[in-house]
């Protein structure tokens, strides 16, 4: 905890962005939802036992994250953590998903910490709302199969397209900055899995761009498999 207080010092003005990001995304999912038609009606502690069953589930699913080492250097890490934040959603729409995604993270930080200076913690909770943000959107406009596919795979290209301009643009020259570790370095080791990767636009588009697509494609055909499955038991566990 108190190395957790201590990065959190240094790292100050790196928070405060963040911070000022996801509020951004917490109020765009309020702005959506409110415009959503046919929203579900329960009560405010069986939202939050639902939140915070999938959130735990998330979470552990976060920590257990892994590095793809002929796909990425490896302080870049696969997880599926997404999947239960998907489902949540699902149940309960847009708002609900990305307090699932939070909560997901800040346990995380307080049961593991940060090895990534909170870029690559902050990048998980931005990057993945990339991806179930949109999905959840789509589907609640009109729940069906055939939305809730379309709205994996618009989440999916999203957070793809998206996730790969932001570390290019933001994330890794950051995390460089934060962890003193050069850019040269980086990009060093990316060349060492991809000759091609010369410069950061190569290095996102040969590392970090398969990286999120192989996430978004592996959550998405998880999500449909255990939707309708795990929608009794969301419901049955949250009365």
Not at 65 to 81: I, R
Not at 115 to 130: E, K, Q, R, W, Y
Not at 200 to 222: E, T, Y
Request: hydrophobic share 55%; net charge positive.
């Amino acid at each position: 905890m108190n190395n957790l207080w201590t990065e959190l010092q240094e790292n100050l003005s790196f928070v405060l962005v963040s911070g000022g990001i996801i509020l951004a995304v917490a109020l765009l999912s309020h702005f959506a939802e409110r415009f959503l038609p046919q929203k579900r009606q329960i009560t405010s502690a069986r939202r939050v036992s639902i939140i915070g069953v999938c959130a735990a589930i998330a979470t552990v699913l976060h920590i257990l994250d892994f590095p793809v080492l002929f796909m990425a250097p490896g302080f870049y890490k696969l997880d599926f953590s997404e999947v239960p934040v998907l489902l949540c959603g699902f149940y309960l729409g847009p708002s609900a998903t990305v307090a699932c995604e939070g909560i997901k993270v800040l346990l995380k930080l307080l049961l593991k910490g940060t090895s990534t200076a909170f870029v690559g913690d902050f990048a998980n909770l931005i990057v993945g709302c990339g991806m179930v943000l949109p999905a959840v959107i789509i589907y609640h406009i009109n729940k069906s199969r055939k939305n809730a596919v379309i709205g994996l795979i618009a989440g999916t290209l999203i957070m793809t397209v998206f996730g790969s301009a932001f570390n290019a643009f933001y994330l890794i020259p950051k995390f460089s900055q934060l962890f003193h570790l050069p850019l040269e370095n980086i990009l060093a080791m990316g060349a060492q899995i991809y000759p091609a990767v010369k410069d950061l636009p190569s290095f996102v588009m040969f590392c970090v761009m398969p990286l999120n697509l192989v996430k978004g494609v592996v959550v998405s055909v998880l999500c449909l498999l255990l939707y309708k499955k795990t929608e009794k038991v969301l419901f049955s566990l949250s009365k």
